[in-house]
DNA sequence: TTCGGTCGCTTTGTCGACAATCGGAGTTTT
DNA sequence: AAAACTCCGATTGTCGACAAAGCGACCGAA
């Protein structure tokens, strides 16, 4: 799992976890009111540390709270997630620059190895998108953690992960973007072996550019479908 | 005020922000224990809407728990505040860079007032330094809303923000970097003003480097005068 | 029919009390 | 004297109940 925290000793963290897991599945769809007492019961447990975990996931923005009205699972339309993908490009970006002059050498070697097993499953199946899907949040991140910047994996890690994996369940159909996506990714890589950390962060750049084009033109599509 | 939202319903909402602010101002001291009984009484409140409140800073990282043993105030220690620079380069590089396109040149124009007003004020007294680290924040944050991406504002202004205030209020009394800071944001502006979104960026990380380096030589010298 | 008001139910906000856990002081044992 | 054990106080975690506010339905009047 790429799940945070699975172990945790309060009631209040277990609940954030699973309201945070349930939500970027879409088990909780976008918008839905969550309502206190019956989240209570169904994860037996009383109203004050759910109520807590609320709170908690009001800070990190998976839920908006208004006062008096309850708490509500956020909505990402499109302008939120143009913005995700802008600050992602910024993030990402420099993830990879740091990463370029941080990552040990077998570090690299790993994340390089990781896209040999990406590369494998794609050839092997087309079908199973949302594992490649998975995968390239795990490269992503495997870069936030080769920069060794804490705020930079908590921020890409906890927060917009989440939100970002919200929008991959929803878009996860298509598979078409999987193979220039792992070209580029390799580009990246080895940018990172030939410690240019320039080049890798211009790189990730455009990679994040390409995939929000991708990602816009779908929603386009599905909100032709609705009219 | 800087402090995003004073007028608040609920309890829980008041505590989270008279917290913020203690925290930001030093008035709670780094790494210090936050005690719930005492808090509550102190705002007039139960222990139950504190808790929440504790539970929200802990989702905004300006608290860190441990389950059984309570809330402590995070401590800003020197691999944290080289972080947060990093970030906040990337970041408010990027600010600038959309800002650069989706300013009005009437927005512009504001900012270029601001600095007059600073300018003004660094003239007619070296010693209000205070007052130009708030208006520093305040140009950050006013190229942030420029740039019109909500989560961007969010980031800038209601999190690192933060943290970022608490380092000022520690480091605010070194009045050196004023004028060139000044210089650096004119270019700034006048790069907004040609609608040059790559410079702007290049130009503000720079800025933000030069400002981390004379905060790290700060902290140096802080560290050399306890030793 | 439609608008406005009132009533009642549901849900949220808050509090106080109880149980569980942790840290430390004091004491005992080797 | 040092180490470990035990007990106690303090603090956190959790629950249930009460108060208040919001929302909707129902009813009456224009």
Redesign the pocket.
Same mark, same amino acid.
């Given at each position: 799992m790429l799940i945070p925290h699975p172990p945790s000793a309060? !009631?209040?963290d277990l609940a954030t976890h699973k309201l945070a897991q349930s939500i970027v599945t879409g088990e909780l769809a976008q918008g839905q009111? !969550?309502?206190?007492?019956e989240l209570a019961e169904r994860f $037996?447990?009383?109203? $004050?540390?759910l109520?807590e975990a609320l709170r908690h996931l009001e800070g990190m923005r998976l839920v908006k709270?208004t006062?008096?009205? $309850?708490?509500r699972v956020v909505v990402l339309d499109r302008k939120t997630l143009s913005d995700l993908y802008t600050v992602r490009e910024a993030l990402e970006g420099m993830a990879c620059r740091v990463a370029a002059a941080q990552m040990t050498d077998d570090e690299i070697a790993d994340l390089s190895a990781l896209l040999d097993k990406h590369e494998k499953q794609i050839a092997k199946q087309g079908g199973k998108v949302y594992a490649q899907s998975e995968g390239d949040l795990d490269f992503h991140f495997q870069i936030a953690r080769g920069s060794g910047n804490q705020m930079l994996m908590d921020m890409l890690g906890s927060e917009q992960y989440q939100l970002l994996r919200m929008c991959r369940y929803r878009t996860s159909r298509n598979a078409q973007r999987t193979k220039p996506a792992l070209n580029q990714h390799r580009q990246i890589v080895e940018a990172l072996a030939n410690r240019d950390g320039e080049l890798a962060e211009l790189l990730m750049r455009r990679h994040i550019q390409g995939a929000w084009r991708s990602i816009s033109e779908m929603i386009d599509k599905e909100e032709k479908e609705v009219a």
């Amino acid at each position: 799992m790429l799940i945070p925290h699975p172990p945790s000793a309060t !009631l209040s963290d277990l609940a954030t976890h699973k309201l945070a897991q349930s939500i970027v599945t879409g088990e909780l769809a976008q918008g839905q009111k !969550l309502n206190e007492a019956e989240l209570a019961e169904r994860f $037996g447990m009383g109203r $004050g540390p759910l109520r807590e975990a609320l709170r908690h996931l009001e800070g990190m923005r998976l839920v908006k709270r208004t006062p008096n009205a $309850g708490a509500r699972v956020v909505v990402l339309d499109r302008k939120t997630l143009s913005d995700l993908y802008t600050v992602r490009e910024a993030l990402e970006g420099m993830a990879c620059r740091v990463a370029a002059a941080q990552m040990t050498d077998d570090e690299i070697a790993d994340l390089s190895a990781l896209l040999d097993k990406h590369e494998k499953q794609i050839a092997k199946q087309g079908g199973k998108v949302y594992a490649q899907s998975e995968g390239d949040l795990d490269f992503h991140f495997q870069i936030a953690r080769g920069s060794g910047n804490q705020m930079l994996m908590d921020m890409l890690g906890s927060e917009q992960y989440q939100l970002l994996r919200m929008c991959r369940y929803r878009t996860s159909r298509n598979a078409q973007r999987t193979k220039p996506a792992l070209n580029q990714h390799r580009q990246i890589v080895e940018a990172l072996a030939n410690r240019d950390g320039e080049l890798a962060e211009l790189l990730m750049r455009r990679h994040i550019q390409g995939a929000w084009r991708s990602i816009s033109e779908m929603i386009d599509k599905e909100e032709k479908e609705v009219a």
